[in-house]
């Protein structure tokens, strides 16, 4: 059996696979005064060696970490340090992604439950995302029994549902209904498998959120060139922002698509994109390869870094991951910002704004609403049937003349 390593060795074996992956001197000279701080906090703790659990406990005591709860930079930049140690104790290896990954943290008393729950639930085939959603809200949930002194599951009544329930006025109105799906099935979980005696998911309301009652957020044409044209394309970084925001403002891909794309989906003898599973929906879908964008991505890829990742679009310094998606979404700002595009309070101003502006750009050209919706791959045309909210010519196309009205009818008596 192989000897656990000390939390000493561990940091070093960490530092060396940071410069292995070439990060940049000051990068790593940034971890170091965390990585002191957790060792003296090991050395007065009498802890010799890692665990996630013990990783967690300094989160929580000395970072101030609390899951659920939005964390400020110096917390998350802790956390990450934390992950990458997890990560390499576990595995032997580093990666870009998982140091920013959520650690999700269910108090011991119901992490087994819990983790047995989403099992199930991702072997009838929900996805990564939905799983992923799924310990978010149970993570909440566990925290506030916890608060609340529930032992167990078996603990539960029907105060702590509606104490929960209340607790989350704080979040959106998807956040809440997303929540209140995923309770009730997990409380009926747990009464079919006899973990409580009562099933207490008649207690969570039934709530619905359409969709189709929001304003999509969109750019106007002349809104969605001048955010293009601010793009300066004489260095790779442009080149390659420059090809993504064109991937979105004239194709309509999701931004998962988009940095999750890699080269031998680009089809250059058919002139075709082809994804063969979205995201998103899990659905095909090809598109025409513009020689707009085409060339964008071709004048990209002359001066792409050398490097055998097998995304498209990668980070231009080291280690030459993928993009993550966040990154798509801080350069959409970016050039929205330098292009002096108002956005009101409330507005999208992501890269899924430059999506809908598609949408709304194609039904004002009069693209009929089924190849919009072919186009964006919805389940339907009445999913796509939201941009007409923001057809301006046609919603004054369906605008009633007033009534003609004389004068005597304008006199009011008193």
Known sequence: METKKTIAELINGVR???????????????????????ARY?????????????????????????PGIPLKKTQRAYVRTISM????????????????????????KFSGIIHQYTSERKAEGLSKSRIKSYNLYMERFTTYLHNEGVCGFSE????????????LSIYSASTVVNTLCCMNCFL?????????AKDFSFLVPSVRYNKENTI?????????????????????????????????????????????????R??????????????????PVQLPLLSEVGDAIIEYLRCRPQTNSKEVFIRLVPPFNRLENRSLYIITNKYLRRAQIRIPSGKRHG???????LGSIMLESHVPLPIISEIFTHSSSETTKIYLKIDIGQLRECALDAPACDKESQEVSV
């Open 85 to 108: 140690l997890d990560e390499y104790d576990k595995y032997g290896i580093i990666s870009s992604r998982r140091l920013t990954r959520k650690i999700f943290d269910f108090p011991e």
């Open 351 to 357: 890269p899924h704004a430059l999506r809908h502006s």
């Open 216 to 264: 999509p957020s969109a750019f106007t044409r002349d809104e969605v060139e001048k955010v293009l044209s601010c793009v300066d394309r004489a260095n790779p970084e442009g080149k390659r922002n420059y090809a993504m925001l064109l991937l979105a403002a004239r194709l309509g891909l999701r931004t998962s698509d988009i940095c999750g794309m890699t080269l031998d």
């Open 156 to 167: 539960l009544s029907g105060n702590h549902i509606d104490g929960f329930i209340a607790s």
């Open 16 to 38: 060396d696979a940071l410069h292995e992956s070439q990060y940049t001197a000051l990068t790593i000279a940034g971890y170091e005064p965390r990585w002191r701080t957790f």
């Open 42 to 66: 090991a050395e007065e703790k009498n802890v010799t060696t890692f665990t996630t659990e013990f990783g967690l406990s300094f989160l929580k005591e000395r970072n101030g970490y609390i």
């Open 266 to 283: 680009l089809k250059w003898d058919e002139n075709l994109i082809e994804i063969n599973k979205q995201v998103k929906t899990g659905k």
């Open 188 to 196: 009926k979980y747990l009464h079919k498998n006899s973990i409580t």
